[in-house]
């Protein structure tokens, strides 16, 4: 086959087009990501204004990068599902053994989710924030 003949096979696959597609996935994510994290330091400097307190802006602070890191989490997840069904994998399997062991690793680990969202209702409670130091068995963590 001369080089001609090939590009023309190449061009009317659909290789060229899936990959086109990828890169405007990867990039659409990668926009994504930018505008979260523009959006979280918008809304944390827009709640920091409310008050003028050090500590205020500190738990201001430690609840926008858990939203930011949200948001990252569901952008990326997001973007790996629809770039592999653009690759031709089939995702109906993949999203079936997430929801399964996604249960599985709920009903394992009811206190680690338990720890989790007290977590967040400490921190949303003003209680530790980013930059405190505490003592856990006569020693200083940060």
């Given at each position: 086959?001369d080089?001609?003949g ?5 061009f ?8 086109f ?11 994504a990501?930018k505008a979260?994290?523009k959006?979280s330091?918008g809304?944390?400097r827009?709640?920091?204004r409310?008050?003028?307190?050090e ?14 890191y949200?948001i990252?989490l569901v ?5 790996t599902?629809t ?10 399997p993949v999203?079936?053994?997430a ?6 690793v709920?009903?394992?680990a ?5 720890d989790?969202i007290?977590?967040?209702?400490i ?9 405190d ?5 006569e020693?200083e963590?940060?």
């Amino acid at each position: 086959m001369d080089f001609q003949g090939y590009l023309k096979e190449i061009f009317s696959t659909s290789l060229l087009k899936s990959g086109f597609h990828v890169v405007v996935i990867l990039a659409l994510a990668w926009i994504a990501l930018k505008a979260a994290k523009k959006l979280s330091l918008g809304l944390v400097r827009f709640v920091a204004r409310q008050k003028e307190d050090e500590e205020f802006q500190k738990r201001t602070r430690t609840l926008g990068e858990i939203v930011r890191y949200v948001i990252v989490l569901v952008v990326f997840a997001v973007a790996t599902m629809t770039v592999l069904k653009e690759l031709g994998i089939d995702i109906g399997p993949v999203l079936a053994a997430a929801g399964i062991v996604g249960l599985a690793v709920g009903f394992g680990a009811q206190s680690l989710v338990k720890d989790i969202i007290s977590g967040f209702f400490i921190l949303l409670e003003d209680q530790i924030r980013v930059g405190d130091v505490v003592n856990i068995a006569e020693r200083e963590v940060l």
